[in-house]
């Protein structure tokens, strides 16, 4: 991804914005020949589909999302959410709690969501996370 369009302080146009969605694909093929794990392609491949089915790039939704993508895809979403840009401020983390819940089903599989939330905090229920930060 060109720095051009990742350091840009505002807005992308068009042109950026379908850059930016090329990126799983552009990472897939990275990580094709890496042994580190098994299978780390379907996981980068597939980090921005949505539980929904409105992702990208190949619009799987549900079960059809690798499990593994589906796990990436709510760290990484808390990662970009958490960190500072330069184009916005980082959330606090209580914030991208809230929004990972309520992109539960959605954007994420509700799964994936409580069982980083639950490992997030050390706790055992997802419950527990909400009370503590409230």
């Not at 990126?23 to 780390?40: D, K, M, N, Q, T």
Request: charged share 30%; glycine share 8%; no cysteine.
């Amino acid at each position: 991804m060109p720095d051009r369009v990742l350091l840009k302080p505002g807005p992308l146009d068009r042109r950026e914005f379908a850059l930016v969605r090329k990126h799983p694909e552009a990472g897939a093929e990275i990580v094709r020949p890496l042994r580190s794990f098994e299978a780390p392609e379907p996981a980068v491949l597939h980090h921005h589909e949505h539980f929904d089915g409105t992702g990208y790039p190949y619009g799987l939704r549900g079960n059809e999302i690798p499990l593994s993508a589906r796990i990436v895809a709510v760290a990484d979403s808390f990662d970009a959410m958490t960190t500072d840009r330069p184009y916005r401020e980082g959330l606090p983390v209580a914030e991208a709690f809230q929004r990972l819940e309520d992109g539960r089903g959605e954007q994420w599989d509700p799964d994936a969501v409580d069982a980083f939330l639950a490992a997030y905090a050390g706790a055992g229920e997802p419950d527990s996370i909400l009370e503590r930060r409230q």
